[in-house]
C-alpha cells in the first residue's frame, strides 16, 4: 500500500491558479451570454452591458463557490487539481460531504492567503484544511 502524502504550496498553488483561468473563462462565457442575448432581443438599440463592482464581484464568487464546491463534493478534484495530480479529501480519506465543500470553498475564496499557510505547517495544510478537516494529497503514486 503507497503512503499519502499531502500536497505542497507550489503544486497547490499552480492548481489554483488554473482553477483561477476557469472561473474567469466561465465569466467571460456567461459576460458573452448577456451580450448576445441582448443583441437577439434589442438589435436595434444594442449597447454592451456594463457590469458595476459589486456585481461583478458577486457572480465572480457564485461562480467560483460554485466551481469548487462542485468540484470537491463530486470527485474530489478541480481542473487544476487534475492536472496536477492533487486530490481533496476528508477526514476518513474520503470525499468531502457537500456541504464541508460548500464551507471550504467559501473560505478559499474569502481568504486565498490561507493556502500561504501550507508552507509553514509540518503536515502542509492550509487554514482551511485545518478548520474543515480536509486534506490535499497526491492522487498519483
Do not use: K, N
Not at 106 to 134: E, K, N, Y
Amino acid at each position: 500500500m503507497t503512503e499519502i502524502r499531502a500536497a505542497g504550496v507550489v503544486s497547490r498553488g499552480v492548481a489554483a491558479v488554473i482553477d483561477l483561468i476557469i472561473v474567469a473563462t466561465v465569466l467571460a462565457a456567461i459576460y458573452l451570454g448577456l451580450i448576445l442575448t441582448r443583441l437577439m432581443f434589442h438589435p436595434t438599440a444594442f449597447r454592451a452591458p456594463t457590469m458595476g463592482a459589486v456585481f461583478s464581484t458577486a457572480v465572480l464568487f457564485g461562480v467560483a463557490v460554485c466551481y469548487l464546491t462542485a468540484c470537491w463534493a463530486v470527485s474530489g478534484c478541480t481542473v487544476g487539481s487534475v492536472t496536477m495530480g492533487l486530490r481533496v479529501i476528508g477526514r476518513r480519506g474520503r470525499r468531502l460531504s457537500p456541504a464541508v465543500a460548500l464551507l471550504r470553498a467559501v473560505a478559499c475564496v474569502l481568504l486565498p492567503v490561507g493556502l500561504l499557510w501550507v508552507a509553514v505547517d509540518r503536515h502542509r495544510r492550509s487554514l482551511q484544511d485545518i478548520v474543515f478537516g480536509s486534506r490535499v494529497v497526491y492522487a498519483r503514486p
